[in-house]
């Protein structure tokens, strides 16, 4: 086979909200990390081991702002991309790496706050209707 695969498939919780970056001509990207866990039982002692790899995740454009509005720390996430390793020289003339996962499609799992949201939201939905004097607040909803 002359041909090659560079694809990439995680499902983890990101560890800390979508960072996005601005450019002059419009696009931008976001990024964040995701932790992907691998637990197993160690022979010896019997004790349950996990280990804890961190995945940094680039997204473009509309992607990108879609994940800044809806994902937040603690989510969990399925992607799909690509691996890109960048290297530069540090300030100290060490030579650096950093390998990131370009992602092309991805899909919102399950998250943590999904209860506490929609209860939050109903309960604020509710308060608003009791309240007469506050018709402004639906203005700062989320949808």
């Not at 308060?127 to 949808?143: G, K, R, W």
Request: glycine share 8%; aromatic share 8%.
């Amino acid at each position: 086979m002359s041909g090659s695969l560079n694809k990439v498939m995680l499902i983890g919780n990101l560890g800390d909200e979508v960072k996005m970056h601005h450019f002059d001509g419009g696009g931008c990207i976001g990024r964040f990390p995701i932790a992907t866990n691998e637990s197993y039982t160690n022979k010896t002692t019997g004790e349950k081991v996990t280990n804890t790899e961190w995945h940094n995740l680039v997204v473009k454009n509309k992607a990108a702002e879609v994940c800044e509005k809806y994902l937040k720390k603690g989510d969990k996430i399925y992607v799909e991309g690509k691996i890109k390793t960048k290297k530069w020289q540090s300030e100290d003339g060490v030579q650096r790496y950093s390998t990131e996962i370009h992602v092309f499609e991805f899909n919102f799992l399950s998250t943590k706050n999904d209860s506490s949201t929609d209860s939050s939201l109903k309960n604020n939905n509710q308060h608003q209707s009791e309240s007469s004097n506050e018709t402004n607040q639906a203005d700062d909803l989320p949808f």
